[in-house]
């Protein structure tokens, strides 16, 4: 659209100065030249009059019966001889030198260009404005024309991906390598009667690589990627998304091999007749079309439909079953030797220092995916670069990290007695912590303002982990607990913060889950009750019990309610048995605002001599 006004508007302008020079020509030639006076025109009889008195300066111009001159006053005349009466015989009687004349048969272009101006100039303008309007109605009608055109989307080539871009996730990698030997040797497959699935379905959460996984099954394959998102489908106006769709499979026909990609298929794949509006609206209809269409081609035609998603739970059963997207590709989050391989590979171009270790950040990274990594060392060479390093160094990895996970420092003048209550609160999860390293080894402690964190608490888990015992869940309760815990003993109860609220809900809900939904307690047995309910505007059933009873329901609250308290004592215990070490680190703490895991050993090591506990009210 910027290209088409660019070129446009250069016209535009020529056309405009070309009409304002026309009228300035004509303004000028009326009014800026000065012109020589008209004659006056006089009767015959006034003629002969100044002929007999002999005020006519010769000599006197005949030019038919045009009889022109001056008077010795200097005034022009003009006039004309009276049918049957001859000039020459009066002007001799009178001694009026006289000449003749041919009449004139010169064309005044003057006049005839200026009235030439004065018709075509509003006809000129007219033509303009007409065409301008013509050609809106017709852009107009050319956008109605291409709105039902899919946006799909192709990369160049200098874009183009293969397996070697992707890292991290090599089972999901080989789940999708029978699909390019499929479209590079078709009849390998098609001579023993197998068949390519027609949809393949990639399932993971939001940055785990799912796009870039379909761009290299393309790549290494050679064949036309035609990748639209989910929303593209979706108008304000009916059937818009049906003619995208149709548009979409046309182009994939006609660039065979291809693979089209549709990311966030659940914008317009979710359940049909969820919620309470019906059925018949514009995603499902959508829908619908995308479902004939994946119906209406063979497995052997070259063209491999490709979708992604976070949330598979909520697309609808049609879409799912076999001969559309009957195989799901699961994308997980890397482990430590992927994000090791991952990190690698977005470390290319970058200068790192002999103190980075992509194996440690590796480890120190549990639970992100490829995205966040990216984002990671991205943000660590922003940070060395406005601190004019020639290298990245592993400093300015972890703040980068820190900034990823909880936001950048801030500056946040706090009073010494908020300062005082945040220390304490800090240093009670980090002595649980210590205490308690299953629940994720001590990192670091802070009071410096981060995001919405007025203070934080790091711990790391030295693993990748996919299950937790039951001892370690308690341990993370316990750890959670330390905050509020520190604030009560060493405070008062009158004294406790609201910082301790999203500490709380986290205790609940892992306690809830042990109690309801794992079937770690003893008095309750084996039975769970999911605390997740269901929205209705997903397709599913909302159920406010989730086929619990309402006596079940009790005895589940109050249980988690009991074993809840019983942690909260133990974790007071815990700050009271340690409680000059704790008083000692809120001291440290506060001069400092940030520990580490050697300064607080260090500190241990000493036993207190070096820093003797002040007394804290």
Known sequence: MEEKKASSSPKGFIFWAIICLLVGYYFYSYYGVEKPQKPTEISFGEFINYAEKGEIKPPVIIQGS?????????????????????????????????????????????????????????IAIFFFLFGRMIKGVSKANSSQMTFGKARAHEPTKKDKKTFADVAGIDEAVERVKDVVDFLKDPEKYSRLGAKIPKGILLVGVPGTGKTLLAQAVAGEADAAFLS??????????????????RDLFLQAKTNIPSIIFIDEIDAVGRHRGAGMGGGHDERE???????????????????????????????????????????????????????????????????????????????????????????????????????????????????????????????????DDNKHHIAVHEIGHTITHIKFPKAGPFQKVSIVPRGQALG??????????????????????????????????????????????????RATKIIREMVGHWGMDDKLGLLSFPN??????????????NGASVESQNRTDNRARELLDGFYEKTKDIIKANLSFVKVLIVELIKKETLDAKDIEKIRQSGFEAYPPEPIN
């Open 456 to 505: 934080l608490t790091w711990s790391r888990p030295d693993e990748d982990r996919v299950l937790w015992t039951k001892e370690e869940l308690e341990s993370q309760i316990i750890c959670i607990l330390g905050g509020r815990a520190a604030e009560e003993v060493i405070l008062g109860r009158e004294k406790i913060t609201t910082g301790a609220s999203n500490d709380l809900e």
């Open 228 to 245: 639209i998102s989910g929303s593209d489908f979706v108008e304000m106006f009916v059937g818009v998304g049906a003619s995208r769709v």
């Open 532 to 545: 997740d309910n269901e929205n209705p505007f997903l397709g599913k059933t909302s159920s406010s019990n």
């Open 66 to 122: 045009v009889v022109s001159g001056k008077l010795k006053n200097e005034t022009s005349f003009l006039t004309v001889k009276e049918r049957g009466r001859m000039i020459g015989p009066i002007l001799e009687k009178y001694k009026v030198a006289y000449t003749i004349q041919e009449e004139p048969t010169t064309i005044d272009f003057g006049n005839i260009f200026s009235t030439v101006l004065i018709i075509l100039i509003p």
């Open 285 to 415: 209809q959508t829908l619908n079309q995308i479902l004939v269409e994946m119906d209406g081609f063979e497995n052997d035609t070259g063209v491999i439909i490709m979708a992604a998603t976070n949330r598979p739970d909520i697309l609808d059963p049609a879409l799912l079953r076999p001969g559309r997207f009957d195989r799901r590709v699961v994308v997980p989050e890397p482990d430590i030797h992927g994000r090791q391989k991952i990190l690698e590979i977005h470390s290319k171009g970058k200068r790192m220092a002999e103190d980075v270790d992509l194996k440690v950040i590796a480890a120190q990274t549990a639970g992100m995916t490829g995205a966040h990594l990216k984002n990671i060392l991205n943000e660590a060479a922003i940070i060395a670069a406005k601190k004019d390093k020639n290298f990245i160094e592993l400093i300015d990895i972890e703040e980068a990290e820190e900034i990823i996970l909880v936001g950048e420092a801030r500056k946040s003048y706090l009073s």
